[in-house]
């Protein structure tokens, strides 16, 4: 049976649209929101206002590049939660006006387990896998038993890894989002030149705030001594606290796998955009023979195309959802 899906996402501080055919992406419009680089975060309140703007030009661009009609649109889906509560009920409003206007079902997408799903776009991983799913709010070791079977077996105390990222990055002076200039200037860097200490959690379970806080006190204690010393280090303090945040996740992953006995690993959120946690994680599916799965590069922030993607495989159980429907800010696999 033929389908064509329209999705919306709007978890965060992107409003995405992707129109997805019979689990083939047709087009994926993101507008992101340059508003919060001003003030060092995502602010929710201006978050959801931006995504009222953008909400109807990127759905309509986005139906103009897959080149259909809205008649043509058999479902509408759209991200339930996790996220920000005004953002995500922006596209949830939208989602069930336009579902109920075009009298076709609605689907409800954990984003979380579209960004999984992302894997499915143009590859195909085998069940079971292990997907380490990374962003910025969440960081997940997730064992993937089927397209909408999934357990978490380890996940973070407190920060994400996105978060480690960005918190580092402001203490460094650099602008929101930092996870992606750490990323440039560690390339210049050298990683051995700064050690700070790795948590120990017991099993897959994260944590980033003690490492957080023992990157501040070492910034205080060195810029005390010389007031330029984060301007004449920054590309070895990034690549040094890059290295910490992989080493921490990377470890974990493969300790995972091998409890698990899996022979596919899978990266998925918006961290694993960082060029580094790409190349090492490979090198992990190399050392271990195991195949590592990571998305194209567009599909790994946040994207409608991974919520089109999701909703395929749910329209195809027939897991519809009511017009009764609301938001989750927390929303658990
Ligand atoms: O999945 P995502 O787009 O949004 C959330 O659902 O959170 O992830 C955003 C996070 C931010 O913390 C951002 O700094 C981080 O992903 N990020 C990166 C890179 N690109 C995005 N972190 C490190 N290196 C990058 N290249
Ligand atoms: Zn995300």
Redesign the pocket.
């Known amino acids: 049976m033929s389908v064509t899906i329209l999705a919306i996402e709007s978890?965060?501080d992107?409003t995405s649209a992707a129109v997805v055919k019979d689990a083939k992406i047709l087009a994926n419009l993101i507008a992101d929101q340059q508003i919060h680089e001003l003030w060092g975060g995502v602010v929710p309140e201006l978050a959801s206002r931006a995504h009222q703007q953008n909400i109807l030009p990127v759905v309509d661009l986005a139906m103009q590049k897959a080149g259909i009609l809205k008649e043509e649109i058999g479902a509408v889906a759209f991200t339930r939660g996790p996220?920000l509560i005004g953002s995500l009920l922006v596209g949830v409003s939208f989602a069930k006006a336009f579902a109920l206007a075009l009298n076709v079902p609605l689907i409800e997408v954990n984003?979380m387990q579209a960004?999984i799903l992302a894997h499915f776009i143009d590859n195909k991983p085998s069940f079971p896998f292990l997907c380490l799913t990374v962003?910025?709010?969440?960081t997940q070791i997730v064992l993937v038993k089927d397209f909408l079977q999934m357990e978490v077996v380890g996940e973070t105390l407190d920060d994400?890894a996105?978060?480690a990222?960005?918190k580092s990055a402001k203490m460094l002076g650099l602008p929101y989002?930092?996870?992606?200039l750490?990323?440039k200037y560690a390339k210049e860097g050298n990683a051995e030149k700064f050690f700070f200490p790795e948590p120990q959690i017991a099993e897959l379970d994260f944590s980033f705030s003690g490492f957080k806080t023992s990157v501040m006190y070492f910034l205080q204690k060195e810029t005390k001594k010389n007031l330029k010393f984060i301007e004449e280090n920054l590309n070895d303090l990034c690549a040094s606290i890059q290295k910490i945040i992989i080493d921490i996740l990377l470890k974990k992953l493969e300790k995972a796998a091998k409890k698990y006995g899996v022979h596919e690993i899978a990266l998925a959120?918006?961290?694993s955009?960082?060029?580094e946690?790409r190349r090492r994680f490979e090198e992990l599916g190399t050392k271990n023979n195991w195949k590592a799965h990571i998305p194209k590069f567009e599909y790994?922030?946040?994207n409608a195309a991974m919520i089109a993607m999701a909703a395929h495989y749910k329209f195809l159980k027939g897991e519809f959802t009511s017009q009764n429907t609301e938001p989750l800010a927390r929303y658990q696999l």
């Open positions: 978890s965060c992107d996220g984003h960004h962003s910025g709010g969440h994400a996105g978060e990222f960005d989002p930092g996870g992606p750490i990323d959120g918006g961290v955009a960082n060029s946690l790994c922030t946040d």
